[in-house]
């Protein structure tokens, strides 16, 4: 009779052999090991075409389904930006249009420097009437050039000069209450002839020559407090055109936290994929040859 350590060994040695079938289990109708890796591939190339369309496009957040929060947050962001971005761009408009009109002031400044030196010559007692009346020619002409820059200075169809008391609204920012807004009055502006006060002015006598320079002095201080005025205007815009490209400059790096690509990170990602893609085609590949065992024990 065998005895009872041979019997123990012959037991174990058909449970090991029953547990090693069990695990050699050869199936054709259900391929479970290649089901897996299919599903595995899947998944890895929904990653593989996210990854690649983040690649392309230097975006993190493609579609809302990557990040929603992130998305909506990026999104707002974006529509100040480009918002922030014509504000300046309306900036730089109105400072145009500022130094226009500094522009024919200047002229017209000008004009009233030589209104000025023309009425102190002829204010001497040292011309006959008939000189004054040569430089009384110069004189209206000049007054004249004034009077016709005052009326035709003008940005885009806007007067600026002729007394018109239009309203300017400079849109600065990119909301719609009154602190996104500059507005300037152009009737401030007025450089008319009688409105500087020198409608009645003449150098045809030396009376009337000297009676004009108190008009003349305060049509210059006039004429210089308006360009003092367009001065600070355009100083003031020039200050809100920094600030908002500094806040542009915030606003696209915060945005761009969110919503860029780290593009060396991206290609690492794309590299590890690539390797799990290969190595599971592969797995499929192994586990689609298993069934062909089972040829060999019908053949």
């Not at 392309?56 to 909506?72: C, F, N, Q, S, Y």
Request: charge should be positive; include cysteine; glycine fraction near 8%.
């Amino acid at each position: 009779m065998p005895s009872p350590i041979g019997q123990c060994s012959a037991l174990l040695k058909t449970e090991l052999y029953l547990f090693k079938t069990e695990l050699m289990v050869t199936r054709i109708n259900s391929n479970i090991g290649a089901l897996s890796s299919i599903n595995q591939m899947k998944k890895h190339s929904s990653a593989k075409e996210l990854n690649l369309k983040q690649l392309a496009g230097g975006d993190r957040i493609t579609e809302a389904a990557v990040d929603p929060a992130g998305l909506a947050i990026s999104e707002t962001m974006r529509a100040k930006a480009q918002s922030q971005k014509q504000g300046i761009r309306n900036i730089n408009d109105g400072i145009g249009l500022i130094h226009t009109a500094e522009g024919h002031l200047s002229s017209i400044g000008q004009i009233g420097t030589r209104l000025k030196e023309i009425a102190i010559k002829s204010s001497n007692a040292s011309w006959s009437q008939s000189e004054r009346k040569i430089m009384d020619n110069e004189f209206q002409s000049l007054k004249n050039e004034m009077q016709r820059i005052s009326e035709t200075a003008e940005f885009n169809g806007q007067k600026l000069l002729d007394g018109s008391g239009k309203n300017i609204d400079f849109q600065v920012g990119f909301r719609g209450d009154s602190n996104s807004r500059m507005r300037f009055n152009t009737n401030d502006l007025n450089s008319s002839v009688s409105r500087l006060g020198i409608s009645s002015a003449s150098v045809k006598s030396q009376n009337s020559s000297q009676n004009s320079l108190g008009k003349l002095d305060d049509m210059i201080d006039k004429i210089s407090e308006k360009r003092s005025q367009l001065g600070a205007m355009s100083m003031r815009m020039e200050t809100a055109s920094n600030n908002g490209s500094s806040y542009l400059e915030n606003t696209l790096a915060s945005k761009s936290r969110i919503r860029d690509l780290d593009m060396a990170k991206g290609a690492s990602e794309k590299a590890r994929l690539n390797i799990i893609s290969s190595a599971t085609t592969s797995s499929a590949v192994h586990h689609n040859t298993n069934p062909q065992k089972a040829l060999r024990l019908i053949g």
